[in-house]
């Protein structure tokens, strides 16, 4: 149905213009909405950046420091075929409670990979939206990852080898090492009893970080992460059926 606009320009300014505007909304029987358009242009997230041309990356609140987002978009763009974003639809950045009570600067959900708006640098950033990207892929492929057990396999040799390593020195349960999935437990002992100097001097020989010993998931996503951030030989020397992995994830995602 054709509908007939008026336009006019809205007298007086500030306070005084939305009250004026109110009084002729209540004269005249119409609506006042501009509060509620305000409303939602503030709280719908802006997309200022794109990857690959088609994930968009929104901010809710701004980055705390001062970081260059179009290199960020174009270096991740240029590290990460398109075809590897298949399960991603966007990339949001701000404060999430799910970020700050799990203590982590990224986290994917149902396609989506939320970042802390706390961000060291371009690296740090990258870093993040790699390691989500492996989660993602995790989602659609995960029997091609973990189905025939090898990389389980891999996982575990190492973490007995850590085991041996540190019982020397500090006294753990074994049975913490011999499960793949994420311990509390096992997280505290590493970060709090051993330390981070100590920790990473300990998996250097074994693992191509500290935090992928903690779960077989970490073991894969940081194998992903730095595998693309132009670690392969490492990977491949120290990890030989996480670099296979990666190679086939890699063909299957690109059919």
Known sequence: FPVTIGVIKAPKYGEERRNT???????????????????????????????????????????????????????????????????ISAISIGQYDTLDDRSVDSVYDKKIIYLTNVQDDEEDIIENVLHE??????????DEIYGDGLLRKEFLRKRKQLYNELSVKYNIDDKYFRKTEYSKTLDAFFYKKVGCDA????????FVSPYSATSLREYFSEGFENYYMGQQQLIMDLSPELYNKIKQLEELAGK
């Open 133 to 142: 990207v492996a989660h993602s892929l995790e989602e659609i492929y995960k």
């Open 199 to 206: 920790l990473s001097y300990f998996t250097e020989p074994l």
């Open 21 to 87: 505007m109110k009084d002729l909304a209540l004269a005249t029987g119409a609506t006042f909405i501009m509060s509620k358009i305000v409303e939602y242009i503030q709280q719908t997230p802006k997309v200022h950046f794109m990857i690959h041309g088609r994930i968009p990356v929104y901010f809710k609140n701004g980055l705390t420091k001062k970081i260059n987002m179009d290199s960020v978009c174009k270096r991740v763009g240029n590290l990460l075929p398109a075809f590897l974003f298949k399960n």
